[in-house]
């Protein structure tokens, strides 16, 4: 039988690069001595009142279809706390409701390109953007990472085409923690004018930025700022797939269109839920930024003194990249020789792109027994010259 041109784009190295991540859980529900820390899931629970009124819901029989763009409620409190995060005057109407950050993201690449045209990302990225913005049939384009892992912004100007209808990126960014600033923002606003360019700003970690804020092209040019965001990180919500597109009523109206064919609709009760998450916002971020950062200090100070090894702190979010050329291995033998000899799963920098190659990236979101261990054994690792005895490299 024959598939779709589709099931080509969407698979290949972003989709593979979670097959030892799946494995490692696999292994650990089985009860396996593993460790996970390739996944960013933090380790805390929602929020008790999210829960208790997802019950009550459910009790009171808000079991039935719910509206395509999402309830007028949550769309109102989403538009309400993004006003707040960026001070763009936004409303209801310029919310669609997803399931997630990564559907929101799924709906703006069918919404703004296609066939013919170019779309253009940062690495390093999360390893999701290939599939999904090349879902489309647009072609990504990869911008390269400077210093830092910063977007090398001189490479950005001359990947512009006439081609070219969007940019995507992630602030705070999916591995490195880079949060772009406003030098960075205001070339991209120029480019952006210049060639009439939609900018897609995937804000999914913008709650663990410091004070929960991050500099933003919102309110500067509403007219072609596409945000994107959902409860997963900011209170440990991510199995709720709660999560929102917000951009001009136009793309809105069209994207409530998309969620029709998609969705039809997601649950009322989660909606609920997530307006009362909405309403303790501030806790939550609070809450999800002492924890990121008192674990992030652990892992760092566990991690200490390994020869060989560069952990790269991150400004915001919940992953550390590990440098791990100076042990002469790659972030990829690296990966597989750590969850071989001693079973702890991180993800390979490669899956992010070129200049993450040479890295690891770990969430450190996780519990303080396993980080603990999970410092041990990457010690233990490190000081067993893995790079004399590579697993399965190539
Ligand atoms: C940069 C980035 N975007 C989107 C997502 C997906 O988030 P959600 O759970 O809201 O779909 C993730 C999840 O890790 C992410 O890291």
């Not at 999402?70 to 995060?85: D, E, N, Q, T, W």
């Not at 936004?90 to 990564?102: C, K, L, P």
């Amino acid at each position: 039988m024959r598939f779709s041109a589709l099931t080509q784009r969407i698979g290949g190295d972003g989709a593979d690069a979670w097959l030892t991540h799946y494995e490692a859980v696999a292994a650990r529900e089985r009860g396996e001595d593993v460790i996970v820390l390739s996944v960013g899931d933090p380790d805390l629970d929602t929020p008790a009142p999210v829960v208790e009124r997802a019950i009550a819901q459910l009790r009171g029989g808000d079991t039935h279809y719910a509206p395509a763009a999402g309830r007028p409620a949550v769309r109102a409190a989403i538009a309400r706390g993004h006003a707040a995060r960026c001070g763009q005057a936004v409303s209801g109407a310029n919310v669609v409701y997803f399931a997630g950050a990564q559907n929101a993201l799924f709906a703006a690449s069918l919404l703004l390109a296609g066939p013919g045209d170019e779309v253009v990302t940062f690495e390093p990225m999360y390893p999701t953007y290939p599939a999904t913005l090349e879902a489309s049939g647009a072609r990504l384009v990869r911008a390269p990472a400077g210093p830092g892992f910063r977007p090398d912004m001189k490479a950005l100007a001359g990947l512009i085409t006439a081609r070219t209808r969007a940019l995507f990126w992630a602030s705070p960014n999916n591995p490195s923690g880079v949060v772009l600033d406003d030098r960075e923002l205001g070339v991209i606003g120029e480019l952006a004018q210049r060639h009439d360019l939609w900018l897609v700003i995937d804000e999914v970690y913008a709650g663990l930025a410091p004070g929960g804020r991050i500099p933003s092209l919102a309110a500067r040019l509403p007219e072609r700022v596409v945000t994107l965001g959902s409860l997963s990180k900011s209170h440990a919500m991510t199995g709720w797939r709660a999560g929102w597109l917000i951009g001009p009523e136009e793309l809105a109206r069209r994207a409530e269109l998309l969620a029709m064919c998609m969705l039809f609709g997601l649950p009322g009760f989660v909606q609920e839920a997530a307006i009362a998450a909405l309403a303790g916002a501030a806790e939550a971020e609070a809450r999800i930024r002492e924890f990121c950062r008192a674990r992030q200090a652990r892992f760092a100070a566990g991690l200490h003194g390994i020869a060989g090894l560069e952990p790269i702190a991150p400004q915001a979010g919940m992953f550390m990249l590990l440098d791990v050329t100076g042990l002469g291995l790659s972030g990829a033998e690296f990966a597989r020789g750590l969850y071989a000899s001693q079973q702890v799963s991180v993800m390979d920098g490669a899956a992010f792109g070129r200049a993450t190659a040479g890295c690891v990236r770990v969430c450190f979101a996780t519990d303080e027994a396993a980080l603990d261990a999970a410092c041990t054994r990457i010690r233990r690792y490190c000081a067993s010259e893995p790079s004399a005895t590579r697993v399965g490299s190539g």
